[in-house]
């Protein structure tokens, strides 16, 4: 099983721009777009995507990859991502980034697939919310923390104490692998 908390705030913008899209099935899939203000992403695309990643289930990530791709040229700052017990594959383009806490480290994730074990904890997030938090930041909340919400809730408290939420949009994923539930 996959532990997972989503993160979805406006921060000071007037609307919430990017979007996160995700596919609770035997793996979990999930797409992550981050959409500047003046971006001419459209509903349409938006609607395409969100099709895309709720009828993947059945997909291997590849041919979801070269479906989705054509949709998300224009925005070049985007992630895919399915996850299972054992492994992680990403796809990601521009400022969207994935970190992995494994063995009380913290390591950027590649494209690829990597493989998990059990209590390994992952981040997705775009630059928005990773631009007010540095490594050991992310890593000692990742080790003190139960739960993918706590993790969330206490990076959101860091970033609070920086900036008061009032800056960009702010999208991120925490995830832990919970092997055997």
């Given at each position: 099983?996959?532990?997972?908390?989503?993160?979805?705030h406006k921060g000071g913008q007037e609307e919430y721009n990017d979007?996160?899209?995700?596919?609770?099935?035997?793996?979990?899939?999930m797409a992550i777009l981050y959409i500047p203000a003046e971006s001419d992403f459209s509903v349409a695309d938006e609607a395409s995507v969100s099709a895309l990643v709720q009828g993947s289930s059945k997909l291997r990530f590849r041919d979801l990859s070269e479906s989705i791709y054509p949709i998300l040229t224009n925005l070049k700052n985007y992630m895919l991502i399915r996850i299972d017990d054992k492994h992680i594959e990403i796809e990601r383009h521009g400022k969207v980034y994935a970190y992995?806490?494994?063995?009380?480290?913290l390591k950027m994730l590649p494209n690829g697939m990597t493989s998990l074990e059990d209590e390994d904890r992952v981040i997705c997030c775009t630059?928005?919310?990773?631009?007010?938090?540095?490594?050991?930041?992310?890593?000692?909340?990742?080790v003190v923390s139960e739960s993918a919400e706590e993790w969330m809730d206490n990076m959101v408290c860091r970033i609070?104490?920086?900036?008061?939420?009032?800056?960009?949009?702010?999208?991120?994923?925490?995830?832990?692998?919970?092997?055997?539930?």
């Open positions: 099983m996959i532990e997972n908390y989503i993160l979805m979007n996160v899209f995700v596919n609770y099935s035997s793996a979990l899939t992995i806490v494994q063995n009380g480290e630059w928005e919310f990773l631009r007010c938090l540095n490594d050991i930041a992310i890593l000692s909340d990742a609070s104490d920086k900036n008061r939420l009032s800056e960009g949009n702010l999208t991120a994923v925490t995830m832990i692998v919970r092997s055997g539930d």
